[in-house]
């Protein structure tokens, strides 16, 4: 078979992706001068492009899968097919939302306020889809960057543009009217790529395995010794996403204990264990869950 060609994209993703990429097993290096990364694996080719034009390459057949936003496969209407949404995390896998703002000091209050109005935006297509729905006439105008500070400084009537917490348009004295859209990454393919059995099959690979990287991103695993005369007792307490892993310690009326829990437990968990009669608690951390 010849090298999937995998777009990693260029920009905000570039470093949140390689860094999943590594935690899936894959080691991607790539340097501030060039647009080829090279990866550990003789079956994958990766290219660098940005995530707004990943899906037209990826319908076009140049590349054959890419992690990209689905904001972007929605605004370009690509024809690809979705393998995994890659949802979360500490490393910034992060949901972002499309939204229509103004200025505090606008009466603007809906999308129908805004008739006749200039909007700007790198969303182009999608915004127009958006004001059409609403039945509402408006310019929308192509922005090339600092949208907020467009609006801000009274340039255009609102914008469009992209936001996770809001605190960066709240910062420009702008409030939020409506959402357009969530958006989040996901690994897409081409739909004649993933029909060729062996494509179809590493794509599958490279989605399982990302998802892995990713439930594991929250988790930890936990081992400990417990009492025999404790054991009902502590088992009680343990979360688990399946039922703790038990076995006798040889030679000792003790049992050592394996679970994995969420991080967000741990410091409440060990503790309460400690009290219980729990001894030698371990912590470690998970690449991947599967």
């Known amino acids: 078979m010849e090298p999937l060609n995998l777009g990693i994209p260029k920009g905000s993703l570039e470093k949140t992706t390689i860094e999943l990429f590594r935690r899936a097993g894959w080691k991607i290096t790539n340097s501030s001068r060039s647009y080829i990364p090279t990866i550990d694996d003789d079956a994958i080719s990766c290219k660098l492009a940005r995530p ?16 990209t936003g689905s904001d972007w496969t929605l605004e370009n209407e690509s024809d690809v097919e979705v393998i995994a949404d890659l949802v979360y995390s500490r490393i910034s896998f992060r949901p972002t939302r499309w939204v229509l703002a103004v200025r505090n000091d606008s009466p603007v209050q809906k999308a129908e306020d805004l008739e006749g109005a200039v909007i700007a935006t790198e969303f182009v297509k999608s915004t127009e889809r958006y004001f059409a729905s609403h039945n509402t006439s408006v310019q929308v105008e192509f922005s090339w960057g600092a949208t907020e500070a467009k609006a801000a400084e009274s340039l255009v009537d609102a914008i469009v543009d992209v936001t996770e917490t809001g605190s960066t348009l709240r910062a420009n004295g702008l409030r939020i009217v409506d959402t357009l859209t969530k958006s989040n990454p996901q690994l897409i393919a081409n739909r004649d790529s993933y029909r060729d059995p062996e494509k179809k099959a590493k794509i599958d690979q ?3 395995l990302l998802r892995g990287a990713l439930e594991a991103e929250s988790r930890v695993g936990i081992k ?67």
Do not use: C, H
């Open 52 to 67: 707004q034009e990943m899906s037209r390459y990826v319908e076009s057949g140049a590349l054959d899968a890419a992690i």
């Open 206 to 208: 490279i989605a399982l």
């Open 224 to 290: 400990l010794n417990i009492p025999k005369d404790r054991i009902e007792a502590i088992l009680e307490l343990l979360p688990s996403i399946t039922a703790p892993t038990v076995a006798n310690l040889y030679g000792k009326d003790w049992f050592a204990v394996e679970i994995v829990v969420s991080e967000a437990e741990v410091r409440d968990l060990i503790p309460r264990l400690r009290e219980f009669g729990a001894e030698g608690i371990i912590e470690y951390p998970l690449n991947k869950i599967v």
